[in-house]
């Protein structure tokens, strides 16, 4: 078993890595939380695969566990749904000393996530994440948040997990546009931080799904001790962490131009990855030839190197209503090289001018 610890002081937590965690849930979790009572929370497309898996292995180290399925979709992940929670919780008397397990994807784990942080001003939280997405992503960092009518991820909190628990075996079952989506959030911690994870996937990527999952457990620890040292230097979202938002400023533009029915976020943000070190090597701020590299690796990876057919003075007046914008600037994350990156605060008119 891999583990990777998120060094928090009083609040840092493990990450576990390996084939057959499902199964291990009940041990870990009594190690790490005790005697806890636990409210294990998921949805209709992960639940029928694994919940009873989750709830053996609880009620067999001897853990009240109780169970509640809710519509999967980014749907669910509302104030409606919270308050679904927060009766269950109540019906089955889930206490401060109690603990709430996320199974399943990114939508899951912040709703989850969300309803452990206010219920009784906040219980324990145990990430069992299912998505590749969730797994190098979603799962580590502590943001949990509801989405409202006007715009995603707009109500929240900042709650660590005490425990996160990765099976890459969980993904054996993961459909073929989730997968996709989430290895655009692993070419992109190569991209920024870890040059060496980038080279395992130009060889492992042209071998295919099987080829990338032989690998798995290393792709997996690698991305999490990216995403991990970085939450470690930035909790609260003030600084560094926003280098991980490489590729996502011109992902989100696609989103928003597409009203979220086009492309799935990891392959916008591949995209996206894409077109701006097109734009920052052409500007003479990326070494040569990176762009290649990276458009060269999504393509192998099944995904977009170019973005959709949107017209560049839409993609423009996305960006510039961007929540990263700092008056009229835009900060964005470039490349220095494969591995490096750096923030840059940036024009849009000028900066994005050659899109289209
Ligand atoms: N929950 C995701 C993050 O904190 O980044």
Redesign the pocket.
């Known amino acids: 078993m891999r583990t990777i610890e998120v060094s928090l002081g009083s609040r840092s937590y493990p990450v576990h890595i390996a084939p057959g965690l499902l199964d291990q849930s009940g041990p870990l979790v009594r190690e790490h939380l005790g005697e806890a009572a636990v409210a294990v929370v998921t949805d209709d497309r992960v639940g029928p695969i694994y919940l009873e898996r989750v709830l053996a292995s609880l009620r067999g180290s001897g853990l009240r566990a109780v169970s509640v399925t809710l519509p999967h979709g980014e749907k669910t992940k509302c104030l409606e749904q919270a308050a679904e929670l927060y009766r269950f919780f109540a019906e089955h008397h889930i206490t401060r000393r109690d603990a709430v397990l996320a199974l399943g994807g990114g939508v899951m784990g912040d709703l989850g996530g969300f309803a452990a942080a206010t219920w009784l001003r906040g219980v324990r939280f145990v990430q069992l994440p299912t998505s590749l997405l969730a797994q190098v992503?979603?799962s580590?960092?502590?943001?949990?948040a509801v989405d409202l009518p006007e715009g995603k991820n707009l109500v929240g909190a900042f709650h660590q997990p005490s425990l996160v628990l990765c099976d890459p075996r969980a993904l054996d079952t993961l459909p073929e546009e989730f997968w996709r989506d989430g290895l655009g959030e692993v070419a992109k911690y190569g991209a920024i931080r870890d040059e060496n994870l980038f080279r395992l996937l130009e060889e492992a990527a042209p071998l295919g799904r099987q080829g990338l999952m032989v690998r798995m457990d290393e792709i997996l620890g690698r991305c999490i001790a990216c995403k991990a040292d970085i939450v470690s230097r930035d909790e609260l979202d003030t600084g560094e962490r926003a280098i991980l938002n490489f590729g996502h400023s011109l992902g989100h533009a696609v989103e928003t131009c597409q009203r979220y029915s086009g492309l799935h976020h990891g392959e916008a943000v591949a995209a996206g990855m894409a077109a701006i070190t097109r734009l920052s090597e052409k500007q003479g701020l990326t070494e040569p030839g990176t762009a290649a590299r990276i458009e060269a690796l999504l393509t192998a990876l099944g995904l977009p190197a170019r973005l959709p057919e949107i017209p560049a003075d839409q993609l423009r007046a996305a960006l510039r209503r961007d929540k990263k914008a700092e008056g009229d600037g835009l900060r964005v994350v470039l490349l220095e090289r494969i591995g490096r990156c750096f923030t840059r605060l940036v024009q849009p008119e000028t900066f994005f001018a050659d899109l289209g």
């Open positions: 992503d979603s580590v960092g502590g943001k949990v």
